[in-house]
Each structure stands twice: as structure tokens, then as C-alpha cells.
């Protein structure tokens, strides 16, 4: 693996996978975490030619969450891209990959919250008849 300076995405991303898989995380977790990763990772290389990982600041990831919603993603896979980006960069903070975490000031969407119908008080009656 090569120094902070000069570790690419590719590395960046093997590297929290390897360290996702060592803390035994689910094949499924493995999964969601890698597409997130290449996802971000395919955006960021095809918009902004020549970033480098420690070139990458907040102003980056929020484009990266404002193109799923251009793209009409739902509010769920926005968020687990923002979940997704503060771990990956997290990760790579800790292990002095990066000097700082630019995902840290990335909020979650608001969701819209669902509430579920109760019975009705004559509903409840009926069943316990």
C-alpha cells in the first residue's frame, strides 16, 4: 500500500474493505459498502478529473448526494451514501490516510416520517368479542 500522500481511491476503498471484512461485517455489508464506495468513487473521478483522496473536501460529497437527487434516488440511498462516506472517510482519518474527514459536516436527509393506522376503538372491541 502506498503512503497518504499517494494512495488512490482503489487502495483507499481495498484497504477499508479489508479492514470491513477483518471485523467479520455481514457479505451484505461487504456489498452495500463496496457499491456506495464505487459509486462515489465513479462520480468523483468522472466530475472532477485529477482529485486525488486527500484532495477530496465536503463541497465533493455534497455534489455527490446532490447528483443521486438529481438523479431521483430516493431519500434511503441518499443517506446510506452519507452513512457509507462518513465511515469509508472516518476509516481513512484513523489509519492516516487523510489528514482530516471530509464527510464529518455531511448531513442525513430528512426522511419523512410514516405513521402507522392504529384501530380504532371499535376495532379493538370487535376483536377482543
Known amino acids: 500500500m502506498q503512503g497518504p ?3 488512490t481511491f482503489q487502495e483507499a476503498r481495498d484497504a477499508f474493505l479489508q479492514y470491513c471484512r477483518i471485523k467479520n461485517l455481514s457479505t ?5 459498502y463496496s457499491k456506495r464506495i464505487n459509486g462515489m468513487i465513479a462520480f468523483l473521478e468522472a466530475t472532477y478529473p485529477g482529485l486525488t483522496l486527500s484532495g477530496v473536501d465536503t463541497k465533493h460529497l455534497r455534489e455527490r448526494a446532490a447528483a443521486m437527487m438529481d438523479a431521483e434516488a430516493d ?4 443517506n446510506h451514501f452519507v452513512t457509507v462516506a462518513k ?3 472516518g476509516f481513512l482519518t484513523d489509519e ?3 489528514q482530516s474527514n471530509p464527510a464529518l459536516r455531511l448531513q442525513k ?12 376503538q ?7 368479542a
Not at 451484505?28 to 452495500?32: C, E, K, S
Not at 431519500?75 to 441518499?78: E, G, L, P, V
Open 75 to 78: 431519500i434511503t440511498s441518499i
Open 122 to 128: 371499535a376495532q379493538i372491541q370487535a376483536l377482543l
Open 5 to 7: 500522500s499517494t494512495i
Open 87 to 89: 465511515t469509508f472517510f
Open 96 to 98: 492516516s490516510y487523510i
Open 28 to 32: 451484505a455489508t461487504l456489498t452495500h
Open 109 to 120: 436527509l430528512k426522511d419523512e416520517k410514516v405513521l402507522i393506522k392504529t384501530f380504532t
